[in-house]
């Protein structure tokens, strides 16, 4: 879409596992107290979403959209995103397309309602990205833009630093500091979409949702936190030994409770093109 505005091939080792993408969003269905999904209550925030030409900007494997189709069928779906997914293809209704995160996609037609979720925390030139969106948009359009605090879990994140803290990993940290405080999230989302969408021109609304997971199956909460790149930072060292003292450690700290309990806060954005 836009040069250099993401790390591409990093995007493509994280979500080229889609199975593993299906898996840690099941997880977190499974795992916790939340009585809507994100994707419903966004759905509720919206007005009526009837013959609208709605675009998905990092629309991973299209179910978000496919469950629009089911509701509103008579609209137009785009969906947009760096990494290929099977299954986008098998729905005939998506306009689909894979860009290689440098180059603008342009479309002939203005979008009503333009969604963004979970993505924009790996954007790196957020005044290009936000100015093709703004762009992209109709008179009076929509763009919901959804992100997570920093750390998305605060004890996982605790249990992390202490580990690598007693292990000394610290060389092991591949995600640098400035790029830890530049990512767009709840700590600094409001702000920065203040700075792009102008007020005279765009109303935000910010929506905060905190959610508490309950987990009693170890395995499957080892699997997620070394499904996160954070957490893996030993997928591609060949010393074993550090491999089983940092696997064992964490067998350890998230065993000491009989059931382990955590939170992760979201962050929902409505901007209306006035």
């Known amino acids: 879409m836009i040069k250099d505005f993401q790390k591409i091939e990093f995007l493509k080792s994280l979500y080229s596992d889609k199975d593993l993408i ?55 779906y785009f969906g947009l995103d760096v990494v290929d997914n099977a299954k986008c293809h098998k729905l005939k209704f998506l306009d689909y397309k894979i860009y290689d995160g440098k180059s603008r996609v342009y479309y002939t037609e203005k979008f009503d309602v333009i969604f963004c979720m979970h993505t924009v925390y790996h954007i790196e030139d957020l005044f290009t990205f936000f100015t093709t969106m703004k762009d992209y948009l109709k008179p009076h359009g929509i763009i919901i833009i959804t992100t997570k605090s920093k750390l998305t879990f605060p004890k996982i994140e605790s249990i992390f630093l202490k580990i690598v803290g007693k292990l ?64 893996n930072i030993l997928k591609d060292t060949l010393n074993k030994k550090i491999v089983e003292k940092y696997t064992k450690l964490w067998f350890e700290e998230i065993d000491k409770d009989q059931i382990f309990i955590d939170k992760y806060t979201e962050a929902v954005y409505l901007i209306k093109k006035l």
Request: hydrophobic share 35%; aromatic share 12%.
């Open 22 to 76: 299906s898996f840690r969003g099941n997880f977190l269905k499974n795992n916790s107290n939340r009585k809507f999904s994100l994707r419903s209550f966004i759905i509720k925030l919206l007005p009526m979403l009837k013959d609208k030409k709605i675009l998905d900007i990092g629309c991973g494997d299209g179910s978000f959209l496919n469950k629009l189709h089911t509701v509103y069928p008579q609209n137009k």
């Open 168 to 231: 000394d990993l610290k060389k092991y940290l591949k995600i640098s500091k400035h790029r830890e405080e530049s990512k767009f999230c709840l700590e600094n989302g409001l702000n920065r979409l203040k700075k792009h969408f102008a007020r005279r021109s765009f109303s935000i609304n910010e929506y905060v949702l905190e959610t508490q997971v309950f987990v009693n199956d170890k395995k499957d909460l080892l699997k997620y936190v070394f499904s996160t790149n954070r957490y």
